[in-house]
């Protein structure tokens, strides 16, 4: 079982840079895939970022691509992204998610991070 936590997000104006947090609970962190979602009002959830269980692949949605950064840090069982050139497009409930070495789906979620971005 894990528990996820996000933390981080805010009212910024567009240009600026946050980063967001996911703090993980449970022992088996470090052998999960983490994937970043964020869902706007009125749209449908879309997968942002994803990483490996080990940080080393990781891939993104052509939206976030070159101005968005996930890592993780297994020791501290957190997962991080870095969002710069913040457009108000980003703005979203952002949600962090974990799937099992053996799992096709993300079976643990948070309950996500406002990130509202003004013009």
């Known amino acids: 079982q894990v528990q996820l936590v996000e933390s981080g997000g805010g009212l910024v104006q567009a240009g600026d840079s946050l980063r967001l947090s996911c703090a993980a609970s449970g022992r088996t962190f470090s052998s999960y895939a983490m994937v970043w979602f964020r869902q706007a009002p009125g749209k449908s959830r879309e997968l942002a970022a994803t990483i490996s269980w080990n940080g080393g692949s990781t891939n993104y949605a052509d939206f976030v691509r070159g101005r968005f950064t996930i890592s993780r840090d297994n020791a501290r069982n957190t997962v991080y992204l870095q969002m710069t050139s913040l457009k108000p497009d980003d703005t979203a409930v952002y949600y962090c998610?974990?799937?099992?070495?053996?799992?096709?789906?993300?079976?643990?979620w948070g309950q996500g991070t406002q990130v509202a971005v003004s013009s």
């Open positions: 998610a974990a799937r099992a070495p053996t799992r096709v789906s993300y079976d643990y």
